[in-house]
């Protein structure tokens, strides 16, 4: 997750977003860690507990659009131009579009 938000971010709320990915983790093991510790006779219930918010994360990454660099690279560029108007602001859209676009001829090149 820390790769895809660092990916399609605006290089100026890059590092907010992944240091808050990185502290609600973190709050979510302190209160895996509550929980546990307050429904410790019954196993069951912390497994069927944890089981919740994993097979809601399993089913949601199916609705995360492809990151817009790996489309680039895989030279589907419509589906990146669609997935960026998605994720960026109108204003940003030229800017990023055009880094991209960079970014990946360089990327291209190098190999």
Known sequence: MPLFLAEVAPVEIRGTLVAA???MITFGQLFASLFAFL?????RLMLGCAAIPAFLQFVLMF????????????????????????????????EMNQALSEEINTLIVET
Do not use: F, H
């Not at 429904?39 to 196993?43: E, G, I, L, Y």
């Not at 492809?66 to 690279?73: A, D, F, H, N, Y």
């Not at 990146?80 to 960026?88: E, G, L, P, S, T």
């Open 39 to 43: 429904v410790r006779p019954d196993w």
């Open 21 to 23: 990915n990185n502290g």
């Open 63 to 94: 609705c995360m659009p492809e990151s817009p660099r790996w489309l680039g690279k895989m030279k589907r560029t419509e589906e990146q131009r669609a997935v960026m108007v998605k994720i960026y602001k109108p204003e940003y859209l030229e």
